[in-house]
């Protein structure tokens, strides 16, 4: 089963249409998949229809920031129903206060004599509640300033730099609620990419399935082979569902593209066979 349950469209930071990166996942092969915008479900309506225009199956899906031992964490909410109220809520909750966010960023980087980011970065966003981050690596790049995101996130956009702005995001136990009371599953988004320590990953991880969480990322775009052989013994030790995503953002900053990584480990057992009920079939 190539299942590819995590990516971005221009809803948040990615760079392409919900139908667009539908189309794209169903060219590469993708038989299930999610488009898990961060903090937004309101592409879900498009990805879905496209994807069964397609014939491919659907999941609905969204990447909620959470805030957990002074760093921030992805909870992915698979197979969630977009209706819900509640969850509708807790995203708004979770996206208000990006704008003031992106304004004392661009402060930051303005008192190291880099003006106009504020503005500039808006020119890439899709939705105006959802700048992020990377809308400021795209302007940043393509104004010069850098040659690629990746080093404006290093030398400008994480902790300690003068574009980083500390965040206050949802709490653990509100992004499992929200995810499990629409009906969907909670899964740790690419776990290797958390700088923590063991004693922090395990309380992250005994935390999140306190509340409810039944996943854990294992094969994603951001994970290295020996960081997926890593998380895939993590989800037999807590008994988690293994899931796997590209986490694609977009044609030109993507390494990894829809629906082309590794299989999961066959031991593992799929998050998809936990949300055969909440799987969209094309008729
Ligand atoms: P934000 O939600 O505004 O904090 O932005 C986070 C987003 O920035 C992530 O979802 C990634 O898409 C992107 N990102 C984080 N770190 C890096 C990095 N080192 N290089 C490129 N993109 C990154
Ligand atoms: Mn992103
Ligand atoms: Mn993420
Ligand atoms: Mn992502």
New binding site residues.
């Given amino acids: 089963m190539n299942a590819d349950l995590h990516c971005?469209s221009f809803v948040?930071?990615g760079t392409l249409d919900p139908q667009s990166v539908a189309a794209r996942a169903h060219a590469n092969g993708v038989e299930l998949w999610a488009l898990t915008d961060?903090?937004e479900i309101s592409g879900q309506q498009r990805a879905r229809d496209a994807a069964l225009a397609l014939g491919m199956s659907y999941l609905t899906g969204t990447?909620i920031?959470v805030s957990f031992a002074g760093n921030?964490v992805?909870i992915l909410g698979l197979g969630v129903d977009v209706e819900d109220a509640a969850l509708q809520a807790g995203l708004a909750a979770t996206r208000g206060g990006?704008r003031e966010?992106a304004l004392e960023m661009a402060d930051g980087l303005a008192k190291v004599g880099i003006e106009g980011t504020f503005e500039g970065a808006l020119q890439y966003v899709g939705n105006p509640q959802l700048?992020?981050?990377?809308?400021f690596?795209r302007h940043l790049v393509d104004t010069g300033v850098c040659t690629d995101?990746?080093e404006?996130?290093?030398r400008f956009?994480?902790e300690g730099r003068p574009g980083f702005v500390p965040?206050r995001w949802a709490t653990l136990r509100d992004a499992v609620n929200w995810v499990t009371g629409a009906g969907g599953l909670a899964v740790i988004a690419h776990p290797a990419?958390y700088r923590f320590t063991p004693t922090e990953e395990y309380a992250l991880i005994t935390e999140f399935i306190a509340h409810g969480g039944r996943g854990l990322e294992v094969v994603t775009g951001s994970h290295s082979a020996a960081e997926a052989q890593r998380y895939a013994a993590t989800a037999v030790e807590f008994d988690l569902l293994a899931s796997r995503g590209s986490?694609f953002?977009s044609p030109e900053?993507s390494h990894t593209d829809l629906g082309t990584l590794p299989a999961l480990p066959a031991h593992l057992r799929p998050v998809w066979e936990a949300l055969e009920g909440r799987i969209q079939h094309p008729a």
């Fill in positions: 971005h948040s930071d961060h903090d990447e920031s921030t992805h990006r966010r700048i992020s981050r990377t809308h690596a995101t990746q404006v996130f290093r956009l994480v965040h990419r986490d953002h900053e």
